[in-house]
T-cell receptor
């Protein structure tokens, strides 16, 4: 397996635009996690899915953020409209179970100008 | 709410030195603890995982210890090399809850000078 694959690796967009980040988890993993990393706050969990169902989205900062997992091999994180304070690195991770090792993607570096 | 703290935030050492990175957590009811490495522009790579029932784990020049009762873990790196330069993240895994399964510290940025 190629590991967790995220796209794009880098995204630069203007304030107010819609941004969509994509993630392909490792095949067979039942859990998918979206994290955001900033210098000030470190790594924070935004939302996670179990068997494609969103379980907890309490980490999603605002209604501008939404995430979907239409099938077991694909998830998206959408920001609409984007703001400069959304600039961060967004990571996707997957794991086979709740207490098993999580594998992280390379991340998407988002810059909103 | 679980909180994870890593000290120091940054560390610079000469090559060959042995060093210790510290991690503390506020709630001792953890399932396990993991140490990750993050290189610039890259994702996270798991280094060591210590189950709550274990005291330490070793992999090559790395040794991680866990004292659950005091809420502390250390990562010991022996004979440091320039290739060890990276950010090291500590994360505890809770049994459950809205924080998700992994709660991370902010990391220690290590620089090993040749």
């Amino acid at each position: 397996d190629a590991g967790v694959i995220q796209s794009p690796r880098h995204e630069v967009t203007e304030m107010g635009q819609e941004v969509t980040l994509r993630c392909k988890p490792i095949s067979g993993h039942d859990y998918l996690f979206w994290y955001r990393q900033t210098m000030m706050r470190g790594l924070e969990l935004l939302i996670y899915f179990n068997n494609n169902v969103p379980i907890d989205d309490s980490g999603m900062p605002e209604d501008r953020f939404s995430a979907k997992m239409p099938n077991a091999s694909f998830s998206t994180l959408k920001i609409q409209p984007s703001e400069p304070r959304d600039s961060a690195v967004y990571f996707c991770a997957s794991s086979a179970g709740w207490h098993t090792e999580a594998f992280f993607g390379q991340g998407t570096r988002l810059t909103v100008v | 709410k679980q909180e994870v703290t890593q000290i120091p935030a940054a560390l610079s050492v000469p090559e060959g030195e042995n060093l210790v990175l510290n991690c503390s957590f506020t709630d001792s009811a953890i399932y396990n603890l993991q140490w990750f490495r993050q290189d610039p522009g890259k994702g996270l790579t798991s280094l060591l995982l210590i189950q709550s029932s274990q005291r330490e784990q070793t992999s090559g020049r790395l040794n991680a210890s866990l004292d659950k009762s005091s809420g502390r873990s250390t990562l010991y790196i022996a004979a440091s090399q320039p290739g060890d330069s990276a950010t090291y993240l500590c994360a505890v895994m809770n049994y459950g809850g809205s924080q998700g399964n992994l709660i991370f510290g902010k990391g220690t940025k290590l620089s090993v000078k040749p």
